[in-house]
């Protein structure tokens, strides 16, 4: 048994189940943020989709993108199937202009919670805990509990992470194709040096976090700096 699954288990001895959420897109300089919220109980970390997929559970920096893949794809199958619980939720790039970064992630992430949390046995923290990946959220509308680097300690952090990641890079491929001159497709809209060269050649777009952009379109030789550095 994984540690993460490990980690799950003993938690569900005193709650009905576990919800994971994980962001992908907070640091990138375009494209929304998103959250991803999974649901897990005792009986899901006993079936067979764990005992298949389980073992390659982790933080989704560390799987390969055909794993990361083939992951969320194994995931919708089983909730089709009336197996698994999860939703991402979704930040754009005018709202985190609105609310800022953080702000735009505490919507992100309380946007899947939503769309999750009507499906857990009880709404109250006897029933149901909320662990986030990270720091606590505050305010959050939620009661919750935080786990730094969670994403490589708990199963259900791991699989939100798994979630929030593939439906970003795929959010961020479609953009590509209507903005082929950026690379979204290749760096999923990061601070790489290509994407930075990009933007100075080409401008940026609306699909483009104005404030992340300020110190780049105004003093590009000190934004390489802190690249590099």
């Not at 698994?84 to 946007?111: D, H």
């Amino acid at each position: 048994m994984s540690a993460l699954k490990r980690h799950d288990r003993r938690r569900l001895r005193d709650c009905a189940a576990l919800v994971g959420v994980d962001e992908a897109g907070r640091g990138a300089l375009a494209g929304p943020v998103v959250a991803g919220a999974v649901l897990v109980d005792t009986p899901f970390l006993d079936g067979r989709w764990c005992r298949k997929f389980g073992k390659h559970i982790n933080d989704s920096k560390q799987l390969t993108p055909a794993l990361r893949e083939e992951l969320f794809d194994a995931m919708r199958a089983e909730q089709a199937a009336g197996g698994l619980v999860f939703s991402p939720g979704i930040a754009s790039v005018e709202e985190i202009a609105a609310l800022n970064i953080l702000g735009a992630t505490r919507l992100a992430m309380q946007r899947a919670l939503e769309a999750v949390l009507p499906h857990a046995p009880a709404l109250c923290p006897e029933g149901c805990v909320v662990l986030l990946d990270g720091k606590p959220m505050r305010p959050f509308p939620y009661a919750h509990e935080a786990l730094v680097k969670g994403d490589g300690k708990c199963l259900a952090i791991a699989l939100g992470s798994i979630i929030a990641k593939v439906t970003r890079d795929r959010e961020m491929v479609r953009l590509h194709a209507a903005f082929p001159h950026y690379g979204w497709a290749e760096h999923k809209g990061y601070a790489v040096p290509a994407h930075r060269d990009a933007i100075l050649t080409h401008g940026p777009c609306a699909h483009h976090r104005e404030l992340f952009l300020r110190k780049l379109l105004h003093a590009p030789e000190q934004a390489e700096l802190d690249l590099v550095g």
